[in-house]
Structure formats: structure tokens, C-alpha cells
């Protein structure tokens, strides 16, 4: 970006809802502070990000992030449900804050709020991407799993019998994991988005508002999000032994 360019408006927004199969679970108690502080804190010690919002259902969440300095949007009941896409709800949210006569967002990272694993200088790095090309329509953190292969992995069919969800079309698929070409998977702890993703219809599925120019930032260290109270346990010792209790 050169010194003549306005520099992009760039938003946080926590998303979380209430509705969870673990009650109450992104303000679960964590080092003595709600699960979400910990990502909120991050983005909030970001020099790039210029305002903070979140975007619930729920009452409890709203009011915890507010405490960490985020905006609170109420989230319709109807894009708060267990099957309900985040599209969904980022969008509400921008089209929200333009309503309350704040500039609509260029760059929005959107943060999960089941996670701790997120780091200031993360978010940094992949902002950065986006304002050194702005081609790029989203930049997200992911690591490399072959074990799990998309290859590699099985359906069951009407029958009740396995078979592959890709049709090979008679190629030879080598069985060692090694030999395939190397598979990457989101970290479900934030991503970096283009807010004009949200105006044209056709994004890789199926997480099409990431648009269809989305920059890997491939992590080395193990991120991972909390679905489970023994989660709540490799939290803390996650944030321990980065010190970041």
C-alpha cells in the first residue's frame, strides 16, 4: 500500500452464539476470565484494527465483550439457530453498522469466540497480506493435515457401504498419504475478510464470502477450538505456556 493510498477501515467482529450443545460456552470461566476475553484481548491489542463489534444471540456474550470493548449487535433470533451459516450473521452485521451511520467496514476479521488460540501478531500478519494486495479476498490461518486427506476420506451411500466422495474417473490414487498432493484445513480462530465479498454470489464453497483469492497463512503452532470441557483444560495450559494468562 503506498503512502497516497487511504488506508482500508478495519473491523473486528466477534461472533458467538448462545445456542450450544456445551450451555454458556464461549463465557466459560478460563484462567478466570470468560472464554472469548482471550481472543477479544487479542484483536484488541491490534495497531491495525480501528473499531471492535460482536455480533449474538445472546445477552451474557454481548455483555462480556462489551467489557473488553466491543460494540454489541443483537443477532436476530433466526440467524442464531444450531443450522444457521455465519454468512449469515457477518452480513447482518455489517449491513448493522452502516445503520448506525459507521462507515462500512473494508476489512473485517471475523473472530470465533470458542477459541483462545489467537494471537495478536496473527491477526497482524494476515491484515498485512490483504493491504499489500488487494486482490486477495480473504486470508486465512490453516494447517497441513494429510492424515486426513480429502482422498482419503469415505461416504456411505444409500447401501450402507462406503465409497469415495470424488469420482476418480478410473486414476490411480496412491494409498500413502505421502504421495498426495498436501491438504490444508481452516483453524477455526478468525479469518480476514473483504467486506465485498458479501456483494457477488459465486465465492469458493462453502465458505463462499471468503471470496475466490483466499491466501493460506499456514500455521506452526496448534490451534484448536472448544466443543468439549476438557477443552477448557488444554485452554489454559495453551495459554500458560504462551503467556498469555
Known sequence: MSNEQVKPHIIALLTGRGNNTLPDKNILPVL???????????A??????????VSSDCPKILKASQEVGYYP??????????????????????????S??????????VLLANTVTTKTE??????????????ITAVAPAYKDSDHHPFRAKKINSEGFFEPFFDFLGKKVSTNRQ?????????????????????????????RFMGHKIKPYVMKEKTFDVHEMEDIVYSEKWLNENGLA
Not at 100 to 109: F, S
Not at 181 to 207: A, K, M
Request: with cysteine; hydrophobic share 35%; glycine share 4%.
Open 179 to 207: 504421495d498426495l498432493e498436501p491438504s490444508y484445513f481452516f483453524c477455526h480462530t478468525f479469518w480476514v475478510l473483504r467486506s465485498s465479498n458479501f456483494d457477488i454470489e459465486d465465492g469458493q464453497l462453502p465458505w
Open 73 to 98: 449487535i443483537k443477532r436476530p433470533d433466526e440467524l442464531a439457530m444450531p443450522d444457521s451459516q455465519h454468512e449469515g450473521a457477518i452480513k447482518h452485521a455489517i449491513e448493522y453498522i452502516q
Open 122 to 135: 496473527w491477526i497482524d500478519d494476515c491484515i498485512n497480506e490483504m493491504l499489500k494486495d488487494d486482490s
Open 100 to 109: 448506525i451511520n459507521r462507515p462500512r467496514p473494508d476489512i473485517v476479521v
Open 32 to 42: 478466570g476470565k470468560p472464554l472469548l476475553y482471550y481472543t477479544a484481548k487479542a
Open 44 to 53: 484488541r491489542e491490534s495497531k491495525l484494527i480501528d473499531d471492535y463489534f
